[in-house]
């Protein structure tokens, strides 16, 4: 299965944004970010002018990074998205934002998203008490995510139950049995992080 495997803060770095790709490193002051506020590489600190082309590309670039998608994979949901009713760039957010690693993470069961895309894939949790191991499973209304019976002895599990998370109000979390639920479908006002995904609609409109 493909995946990213370099340096996680370097892409917060390119970016110029933290994308909390590691956790609660990201919050204290080891985040790469906040130590040097430069794109990694040789020309990095270079104020360079951003044009129309550059500013949607860098949006996209923001929000594949911050879901941990590649670029087939994103290409992919925005044409989904597209094909809904609805606008395309909202549609968009909202088809990553219900990705199962995602809502993992939302819950609190994984320190970051890319955390939560490992223990998904290493079969951890269920759905509606089924085995899964597929992050991008597009979890529905009504769907109950909770830690595998098996797995809910480990350390890192028992001491997710100890965090006080705070949940978006489409979940659900009932952390002392380590299993939440999906309420509702999330809104776009869910999604606290600053994206403007009309420049993601306009960047493919080309």
């Known amino acids: 299965m493909a995946r990213y495997t370099g340096p996680a803060c370097k892409l917060c770095r390119r970016e110029g944004k933290k994308l909390y790709l590691k956790g609660d490193r990201c919050l204290s002051g080891k985040c790469a970010l ?36 590649l670029e087939k994979q994103f290409k992919n949901y925005y044409d989904e998205a597209a ?52 992050p ?15 797995s809910r002895s480990s350390d890192k599990f028992k001491a997710m139950t100890e965090k006080n998370v705070i949940v978006p109000k489409w979940l659900e979390c009932d952390a002392a049995n380590l299993c939440g639920k999906v309420a509702t479908l999330p809104a776009r006002e869910d999604i606290d ?3 403007n995904e009309q420049l993601i609609v306009e960047l493919y409109s080309k």
């Open 34 to 69: 906040d130590r040097r506020a430069t794109a990694p590489g040789q020309h990095g600190a270079a104020k360079k002018k951003m044009r129309e082309y550059g500013l949607q590309l860098r949006e996209k670039q923001t929000t594949k990074r911050y879901y941990g998608v």
């Open 83 to 134: 094909r809904k009713e609805g606008m395309t760039g909202e549609n968009l957010l909202l088809l990553l934002e219900r990705r199962l690693d995602n809502v993992v993470y939302r819950l609190g069961f994984a320190e970051s998203r890319r955390d939560a895309r490992q223990l998904v894939l290493h079969a951890h949790f269920t759905v509606n008490g089924k085995k899964v191991n597929i």
């Open 136 to 150: 991008s499973l597009i979890v529905k209304a009504g769907d109950v995510i909770a830690v595998k019976e098996a």
């Open 193 to 195: 992080f600053d994206f």
